[in-house]
C-alpha cells in the first residue's frame, strides 16, 4: 500500500505540472489581451515564464527555499550531534541518501523537507523545535520529513511551489499594465469589452486558484508522511507528543508564506491573510492528525 501511494505521488507530479502550466497559460492568454491585444503573444510568454521558473526552482529547489526561510546549513556533526544522528538514522532506515540538514532562526517548534528527489533534498528545523522536543520527539518529526523525501512530496512541492510562483509574476506583470493604461482604447467593441472582463477575473482568480491546488496537495500528503514516518521509528506516540507541543507553539515570525504548505504544520497556525476556511489550511486539523496516529 505505501509502495502504491509512492508511486502515485510520482505520477501526481505530471498531474500537477499540466495543471499548473494550463492555469499559467491561462493567465498569460488574459495578460495578453489585456496588454498586448494578442492573446497568443500572452500565452508564449507566459510559457517561457512558466518553464523556466520551474527550471530554475527544480535545479536550485534547496538553496531557493532555504533562502526564502533564511535557513542556514550545518555540515557536520559537530554542530549539532543530535540533530545530525537523528537525520542520518532515519536516512538509513528510509534507506535514502543522507538529506542536507538546515536550522532555521526562530522561536515556534516547526520543520519541512525540500528538495527534487531522495538524492537532492534537504531537511530544515526551526531552533525552537529544536528546544521543546526530547529526542523521542525529534526522531517522530525527522521521520515525518524523511518521509516526504522517501515519497516523493517534495517533488510535487517544489513544482506547486514554482509554478505559484510563476502565476504571481504573471499576474503582477498584467496589473501593472491596468495602472499604466494597458488594455484601454475608445473604440473597443462589444465582444472586445467582455474579452476584457473575463481577462480580468482571469488575473484575479489566477493566484488564488494556484493557491487552493497548492495547500490541497499539502493537505494530502500529511497524513501519509505521518503513516510513513511511525513505519521508519516504530514509535507514534513520539510524534503524536511532538505534533502536540507544534500546535502549542506561537506563529513563526519570518517563514515565507509561498512556502506555508512544506512546513509540518502551517506555521502561521492559520493568521496568515489566505486562511479565510478549511478550503484555505495548508494543513489537516492536528486533532485529526493525532487521532489517525493514535489508531496504530
Not at 525529534?138 to 510535487?156: A, F, K, P, T
Not at 496568515?272 to 492528525?289: A, V
Amino acid at each position: 500500500m505505501l509502495y502504491e501511494q509512492i508511486a502515485k505521488n510520482k505520477r501526481k507530479t505530471i498531474y500537477v505540472l499540466v495543471g499548473f502550466m494550463l492555469l499559467v497559460l491561462l493567465v498569460g492568454a488574459a495578460v495578453g489581451v489585456l496588454f498586448f491585444r494578442n492573446a497568443s503573444l500572452g500565452v508564449v510568454i507566459a510559457a517561457v515564464v512558466g518553464i523556466i521558473y520551474t527550471f530554475v526552482m527544480i535545479s536550485q529547489s534547496i538553496d531557493i527555499v532555504m533562502m526564502m526561510n533564511h535557513g542556514h546549513e550545518i555540515t557536520n556533526e559537530q554542530q549539532d550531534p543530535e540533530l545530525w544522528h537523528i537525520v542520518s538514522d532515519m536516512a538509513l532506515v528510509a534507506r535514502i541518501p543522507m538529506p542536507r540538514v538546515f536550522i532555521i532562526d526562530d522561536d515556534s517548534p516547526n520543520a519541512f523537507a525540500t528538495g527534487n528527489s531522495p538524492k537532492d533534498s534537504a531537511v530544515a528545523v526551526t531552533t525552537g523545535l529544536l528546544t521543546i522536543l526530547n529526542r523521542e520527539e525529534l526522531e517522530g518529526v525527522i521521520g515525518h520529513e524523511v518521509s516526504h523525501i522517501r515519497n516523493y512530496d517534495i517533488r510535487v512541492s517544489t513544482i506547486g511551489l514554482a509554478l505559484s510562483a510563476a502565476v504571481s509574476i504573471i499576474v503582477d506583470f498584467g496589473m501593472h499594465s491596468l495602472w499604466f493604461g494597458g488594455g484601454r482604447r475608445d473604440d473597443e467593441k462589444e465582444t472586445n469589452v467582455l474579452e476584457i472582463i473575463a481577462s480580468v477575473l482571469i488575473i484575479i482568480l489566477g493566484p488564488l486558484a494556484a493557491s487552493i491546488a497548492q495547500m490541497a496537495l499539502s493537505r494530502n500528503r500529511e497524513y501519509l508522511a505521518d503513516a510513513s514516518g511511525v513505519e521508519l521509528t516504530r514509535n507514534p506516540q513520539g510524534l503524536i507528543s511532538a505534533l502536540r507541543k507544534i500546535a502549542g507553539g506561537e506563529p513563526m515570525h519570518d517563514a515565507n508564506p509561498n512556502s506555508a504548505g512544506l512546513y509540518i504544520e502551517d506555521p502561521f497556525h492559520g493568521n496568515h491573510k489566505f486562511s479565510f476556511s478549511r478550503l484555505f489550511d495548508t494543513h489537516p486539523p492536528i486533532e485529526d492528525r493525532i487521532a489517525r496516529l493514535e489508531k496504530m
